[in-house]
């Protein structure tokens, strides 16, 4: 089993910033992808970044978050980061991060609801104009 606990989030203005943190315990060793995704009301959950821990570490973002978002991982800690800046109020929703594990990465598998099993317990990011 795996557990992630978020913590962060909050509101902000647009043009500001905010950090997600997911903090993962239980048998992390087997679940070498953490994704970031997000759902806004009446939307589907999309996913906005991943890493990959394993081996060689590789990053996937969105193409509406990337250059303003970043996701990293601090491996003592078991947690991984979500750095928000430039937000824009459409960046407005509920976001999760997820684990789970692939034998193939790629940009759409790292960043696919279908690839994670567990979820954290999300937290509301809201962006104001």
């Known amino acids: 089993q795996v557990q992630l606990v978020q913590s962060g989030g909050g509101s902000v203005q647009a043009g500001g910033s905010l950090r997600l943190s997911c903090a993962a315990s239980?048998?992390?060793?087997?679940?070498?992808?953490i994704g970031w995704f997000r759902q806004a009301p009446g939307k589907e959950r999309e996913g906005v970044a991943a890493?990959?821990?394993?081996?060689?570490?590789?990053?996937s973002y969105a193409d509406s978050v990337e250059g303003r978002f970043t996701i990293s991982q601090d491996n003592a800690k078991n947690t991984v980061y979500l750095q928000m800046n430039s937000l824009k109020p459409e960046d407005t929703a509920m976001y999760y991060c997820?684990?789970?594990?692939?034998?193939?990465?790629?940009?759409?598998?790292?960043?696919?609801?279908?690839?994670?099993?567990?979820w954290g317990q999300g937290t509301q990011v809201t962006v104001s104009s």
């Open positions: 890493i990959y821990t394993g081996g060689v570490s590789s990053t």
């Open positions: 997820a684990a789970g594990g692939s034998r193939i990465i790629t940009d759409y598998i790292m960043r696919s609801v279908a690839t994670y099993t567990y």
């Open positions: 239980g048998h992390i060793y087997t679940r070498k992808l």
